[in-house]
Antibody, heavy 124, light 111 residues
Framework: EVQLLESGGGLVQPGGSLRLSCAAS????????MSWVRQAPGKGLEWVSG????????YYADSMEGRFTISRDNSKSTLYLQVNSLRAEDTAIYYC?????????????????WGLGTLVSVSS | DTVMTQTPLSLSVTPGQPASISCKSS???????????LHWYVQKPGQSPQLLIY???NRFSGVPDRFSGSGSGTDFTLEISRVEADDVGVYYC????????FGQGTKVEIK
């Protein structure tokens, strides 16, 4: 059974930093691209960032580039998202999801599996 | 950036009746390999999103055949042939042609 378990969320002051983690199991993590998607309270889904299976290619939504850094440790089957200079508008549930980029040669659909999410709240 | 526009933003449907959601992209999602990178997801109340349909019309594993997708280029439609109570949720289209962009979401409720 595929499982994605996010952690690392919490309450942080504006300007602070967080590192989110996503522990994966039930599939070959090292062969799978991954992404982060967020959802502000009462709002829709917003893709944040993605990473190729090898970790060699990173992708960011235009509005996210600069403060967000995605990475992975295939030896630990874990995906990370470092977020710096946090703002109130970054308050959201952050989901990790199994992705599939054409650059990896994948023919799978994106976001076949999602985690339960971790809540990030930015407030003073 | 590719902009995804869904209509309507909310839908109230009598059980057993059909429902239809439109999704338009600001650029063609058809790649030279013949595939069109438009996908549909649903987020049921209190749950994480889940994949419904990929590449316009392919139902994901376990998705009932009441759900169908159609369209081409920039115009796409998700149809539910006979809405059931379990179909309540917010439906999102997403383009995977260039990175990823979601539509605003369409909230489906039962009358």
């Amino acid at each position: 059974e595929v499982q994605l378990l996010e952690s690392g969320g919490g309450l942080v002051q504006p300007g602070g930093s967080l590192r989110l983690s996503c522990a994966a199991s039930g599939f070959t993590f090292s062969s799978s691209a991954m992404s982060w998607v967020r959802q502000a309270p009462g709002k829709g889904l917003e893709w944040v960032s993605g990473l190729s299976a090898s970790g060699g290619l990173t992708y960011y939504a235009d509005s996210m580039e600069g403060r967000f850094t995605i990475s992975r440790d295939n030896s630990k089957s874990t995906l990370y998202l470092q977020v710096n200079s946090l703002r109130a508008e970054d308050t959201a549930i952050y989901y990790c999801a199994k992705d599939a980029f054409r650059s990896d040669g994948s023919t799978r659909p994106p976001f076949e599996y999602w985690g339960l999410g971790t809540l990030v709240s930015v407030s003073s | 950036d590719t902009v995804m526009t869904q209509t309507p933003l909310s839908l109230s449907v009598t059980p057993g009746q059909p429902a239809s959601i439109s999704c338009k992209s600001s650029q063609s999602l058809l790649l030279g390999n013949g595939k069109t990178y438009l996908h549909w997801y649903v987020q049921k109340p209190g749950q994480s999103p889940q994949l419904l349909i990929y590449e316009v019309y392919n139902r994901f594993s376990g998705v009932p055949d009441r759900f169908s997708g159609s369209g081409s280029g920039t115009d796409f439609t998700l149809e539910i042939s006979r809405v059931e109570a379990d179909d309540v949720g917010v439906y999102y289209c997403m383009q995977g042609f260039h990175l990823r962009t979601f539509g605003q979401g369409t909230k489906v409720e039962i009358k």
